[in-house]
Nanobody, 124 residues
Framework: QVQLVESGGGLVQAGGSLSLSCAASGRNVNRYGMGWFRQAPGKEREFVAAITWSGYTYYADSVKGRFTNSRDNGKNTVYLQMNSLKPEDTAVYYC??????????????????WGQGTQVTVSS
């Protein structure tokens, strides 16, 4: 069993930055690949970024070059640094953990555990 707790969401103006954290706990948590998803009001949840247990990253085209996904296995924490934020980035952001090694890591069904989500609001 893996537990995930996100933090770091908030309100920021367009062009600003936010950093999200996802603290993981549980057995062998550092062996899991980690992903970030987001869900805007009235829209389906969508993939944002993912990082393997060894640190290899993958990004949605909409955030590539603006968001950076990283992990600190010593702290069992994954980070999502979000720069040059746009109003369309407004959503609830979820981190998730997966044991699967399927690639690309964009499918929700590949993720076994989910956090509760944190709200990110970008004002224009």
């Amino acid at each position: 069993q893996v537990q995930l707790v996100e933090s770091g969401g908030g309100l920021v103006q367009a062009g600003g930055s936010l950093s999200l954290s996802c603290a993981a706990s549980g057995r062998n948590v550092n062996r899991y690949g980690m992903g970030w998803f987001r869900q805007a009001p009235g829209k389906e949840r969508e993939f944002v970024a993912a990082i393997t247990w060894s640190g290899y990253t993958y990004y949605a085209d909409s955030v590539k070059g603006r968001f950076t996904n990283s992990r600190d296995n010593g702290k069992n924490t994954v980070y999502l640094q979000m720069n040059s934020l746009k109003p369309e980035d407004t959503a609830v952001y979820y981190c998730a953990a997966r044991a699967s090694v399927a690639w690309p890591p964009t499918s929700e069904i590949e993720y076994n555990y989910w956090g509760q989500g944190t709200q990110v609001t970008v004002s224009s």
